[in-house]
């Protein structure tokens, strides 16, 4: 069973005092993979940022409450505020109460006074009715010196103190990963600045002769370089802005200076291509001539199988494979989880469970496979042309992916299966 391994192989050659874990060029199950990264995950600390600029980040305090909210009973409507027994008669108005200004009068039997949305319910009121509801006065002067109530049956339209939250209690809990749902939150509570963990710092860089940037115009045997940028783009979605240390050509010197560069600048190495079993791919091999020990390299995972996780001197390396769809989808299903990790971020990605509106089969079931798929207006998931792992044109008609379990070949029509949104 035991392959000669062609970088176990340079290894030996070359770099003489390396500890190679035996098992380390073995083909790993996905699962593995991922408990394997997500194990060494660690935090880079805790610092302070502003409110404003907390989305994307995980809070590492639990945020409580300075004051009651709402602050002091509060008008859910324009209209008037009385008392409930007066409304079968009418009823004098007193006074105007506006938003921000706190009342003067007190209301009393047969009395009410005008107010607006959001304005402190005076003394001796216990009801707010519509200004719909009311008739009276002079219909037609702005303010109405009489009133009567003509609903038929009103709320109290009050908003009472400390019923959303009380002064004290906790509003976010630490280990919330900040969304702009949060951002009111932290506005109304008065924490302007908040505690959060320190994003680590991540580096991309692809590898490959054949590559050239998307501004120019491959020559012949060339194509362009779409994995940094979809990389880039993918962990920007995260909050994270990576540094990019452009391509490095498949040579053993000049991929060892490029990946050591980015190494010493940055916690986390995203690297694409060169990991495969070609003659130029040079990537663990330089990975382990730089002190990081490669954890694995295969995964039994459709597409996407050459994919490295590497380790040594705090930092950390991800090799995605240089098919563009592979990239994509071990970045959401392997690098995405450790990222968040590193973020302090227990991330449970969504998972939409939805019936499969056709059959949809495969040939080969000994990896577990990721599929992209798309939901019609039924809710039904149908499979998406897919001719391989360089089709980054199967992504663009997508709603997500779904996995197929290693031994399972077909999926029935009709049968459950779990989404995950892209
Ligand atoms: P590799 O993993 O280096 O053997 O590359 C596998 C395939 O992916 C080859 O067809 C490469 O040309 C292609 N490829 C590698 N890197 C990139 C990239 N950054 N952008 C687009 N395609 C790539
Ligand atoms: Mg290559």
């Not at 993918?234 to 990946?259: F, H, N, P, V």
């Not at 050591?260 to 990537?283: Q, R, T, Y």
Request: charged share 25%.
């Amino acid at each position: 069973m035991e392959k000669i391994d062609p970088v176990f192989f340079m290894e030996r050659k070359k770099v003489k005092k390396i500890t190679l874990v035996p098992n380390s060029f073995v083909m790993i199950t996905f699962e593995e993979a991922l408990k394997i990264s997500l194990n060494q995950a660690v935090t880079f600390g805790i610092e302070s940022v502003s409110f404003e600029e907390a989305t994307g980040r995980v809070l590492a305090e639990s945020i409580k409450s300075d004051m009651d909210i709402p602050p002091f009973n509060k008008s859910a409507m324009d209209g008037y505020a009385c008392r409930r027994q007066d409304l079968a008669h009418s009823m004098q108005v007193i006074e105007v109460i506006r938003a921000g200004i706190p009342p003067v009068k007190s209301i009393s039997e047969g009395t009410c006074s005008q107010i607006m949305t959001g304005a402190i319910i005076p003394d001796g009121a216990d009801t707010v009715v519509k200004v719909e509801d009311c008739t009276g006065g002079e219909a037609d002067a702005p303010i109405r010196n009489k009133i009567r109530f003509v609903g038929e049956k009103t709320g109290a339209n009050i908003c009472y103190r400390g019923e959303d939250m009380k002064a004290g209690e906790v509003v976010l809990e630490a280990g919330t990963l900040l969304d702009s749902r949060h951002v009111p939150i932290l506005a109304t509570v008065g924490s302007v600045f908040i505690k959060v963990y320190r994003l680590p710092s991540v580096g991309v860089l692809s590898t490959g002769t054949e590559l050239v940037e998307p501004g120019e115009t491959p020559g012949l045997s060339k194509i362009r370089n779409t994995n940094a940028y979809q990389m880039i783009a993918q962990l920007g979605k995260m909050g994270i802005d990576c540094d990019y240390y452009g391509i490095a050509a498949d040579d053993e010197d000049i991929t060892r200076s490029m990946i050591s560069e980015a190494l010493e600048n940055n916690d986390i190495l995203i690297l694409s291509g060169g990991i495969s079993m070609g003659e130029f791919d040079f990537v663990p091999a330089v990975l382990q001539s730089l002190g990081i020990y490669v954890a694995y390299k295969q995964v039994a995972i459709q597409p996407g199988k050459p994919t490295l996780f590497g380790t040594g001197q705090n930092k950390f390396v991800f090799g995605l494979p240089g098919n563009p769809i592979s990239s994509y989808f071990i970045l959401e299903l392997l690098v995405k989880p450790f990222i968040y990790k590193c973020m302090a971020y227990d991330w449970n990605p969504p998972v939409l469970r939805l019936r499969a509106g056709e059959r949809m089969t495969r040939k080969k079931s000994n990896r577990l496979a990721w599929m992209p798929v798309r939901i019609d207006q039924e809710g039904l998931v149908y499979q998406i042309e897919y001719h391989g792992s360089a089709h980054i044109f199967s992504l663009r008609d997508a709603d997500g992916i779904i996995p197929v379990p290693i031994g399972k070949a077909i999926i029935e029509e009709g049968e459950f299966v779990d989404v995950r949104p892209l």
